[in-house]
Structures are given as structure tokens and as C-alpha cells.
């Protein structure tokens, strides 16, 4: 079936560092790509999406680099900051589902000061 | 704006029990979502919600039950409670749908155990 999922479960990085957050996905039929961000005890926020039309989007101290050839997109963030300690959540969704997102199961990142 | 509430935080339920999870958004979006979320897991659409009176199921909607008479409220029910519900249930909105960059607001989430 289709699944959404990251490589690593947990990601530990020096603060000031950069982090690289990666997440790879089996439909083919993905065409939008959201990342999120979850605090402990606390409801996902959106951090960058990207289209499948495009390779790379840059935010704020964010960019979601998308490779649709081996289905792999990854969130690198610049300079991490103790803020930044969070688990990181990938999800896709697909023009034929509308409504339907699929998230994976997530990266915890840990920025150690 | 208050953005997406849900109530209540935290519950516990005896096996059998039932009870409604209330949401309710402020930001007149039209699309509304229920997500569960199992310990180190990512989140899994129960069911959705395009507009008032419509809704449809998600990945994992046996055992729940929707509805949508407003654009703000979309309370889950859970009939007869099980264990395996045992998890945390987040309420999401959206002004469109969530494949062309119509970002998904999220509430606190309610952390539920079933005993």
C-alpha cells in the first residue's frame, strides 16, 4: 500500500548546525508535499510545502528538496536553534484524494546546546 | 481568532463507554479533518469534512462516527469504546483542500485512554 515515511527516527545536532530531515514516499500519484512541525504536547504546525512541479522551496532558515525520481523529499533547516527541538513530520497528498493527507511517522529532532 | 478548538484535553473511558470529542474552528474554512495519533506515530485521517453536511471517511473511521450541520463544529463520536482507541485526536481545518497549498490548522489535540 501507499506509505509515507522517514529514515531516521530521531536526529541529534549541535545547535548553530544545520539539520537534514529526510522522508521518503511510494505513490507515484504524490503531486504536494507538506512538512510540519510538532512541539511536545502539541498540535502539528506547517513549516514549508512544495509542489511536485518544482525540486525546491526555500522558507525562512528552511528549504524542502524534492527528488520525485527516487520519491525522497527532505527538509533541511539552517542554523538550528535549541528551538528548533521538535518532531518533524512529512506528509503527501495527491490531486485524486482530495482531502486525504498521509503522513509519516516522524524524525525527533534534538538540538543540543 | 481562536483558530481550531477542541474539548475536552484529556479524558478517560471505561470499555463500552462512549462519548463525543467536541472542534470547532473560527476561521470559516470549509474543510475539516479528525486525525488520530498513536505513541512515536504519525498521524492517521479518521474522517473529513469538505463543507456542512458532507463528510467522508478517512484511513481508520470503524469506531467513529462525524458530523457536520456547521461550518465551525465537527464533533467525533465514539459509540462503544475500546482499547485500541487508547490515543491522541487531533481536530484540523482548511479553507480548500489540502493538496494545493491550503495549510491545515490544528488544534491541542485530546488525549484519550480507554480502560
Known amino acids: 500500500g501507499e506509505s509515507v515515511g522517514l529514515h531516521l527516527p530521531t536526529l541529534s545536532v549541535q545547535e548553530g548546525d544545520n539539520s537534514i530531515i529526510n522522508c521518503a514516499y511510494s505513490n507515484s500519484a504524490s503531486d504536494y508535499f507538506i512538512w510540519y512541525k510538532q512541539e511536545s504536547g502539541k498540535g502539528p504546525q506547517f513549516i514549508i510545502d512544495i509542489r511536485s512541479n518544482m525540486d525546491k522551496r526555500q522558507g525562512q532558515r528552511v528549504t524542502v528538496l524534492l527528488n520525485k525520481t527516487v520519491k525522497h523529499l527532505s527538509l533541511q533547516i539552517a542554523a538550528t536553534q535549541p528551538g528548533d527541538s521538535a518532531v518533524y513530520f512529512c506528509a503527501e497528498n495527491s490531486l485524486g484524494d482530495a482531502g486525504k493527507s498521509t503522513f509519516g511517522d516522524g524524525t525527533t529532532l534534538t538540538v543540543k546546546p | 481568532n481562536a483558530g481550531v478548538t477542541q474539548t475536552p484535553k484529556f479524558r478517560i473511558l471505561k470499555i463500552g463507554q462512549s462519548m463525543t470529542l467536541q472542534c470547532t474552528q473560527d476561521m470559516n474554512h470549509n474543510y475539516m479533518y479528525w486525525y488520530r495519533q498513536d505513541p512515536g506515530m504519525g498521524l492517521k485521517l479518521i474522517y473529513y469534512s469538505v463543507g456542512a453536511g458532507i463528510t467522508d471517511k478517512g484511513e481508520v473511521p470503524n469506531g467513529y462516527n462525524v458530523s457536520r450541520s456547521t461550518t465551525e463544529d465537527f464533533p467525533l463520536r465514539l459509540e462503544l469504546a475500546a482499547p485500541s482507541q487508547t490515543s491522541v485526536y487531533f481536530c484540523?481545518?482548511?479553507?480548500?483542500?489540502?493538496?494545493?497549498?491550503?495549510?491545515?490548522?490544528f488544534g491541542p489535540g485530546t488525549r484519550l485512554t480507554v480502560l
Open positions: 484540523a481545518s482548511s479553507e480548500g483542500p489540502p493538496n494545493s497549498y491550503n495549510e491545515q490548522f
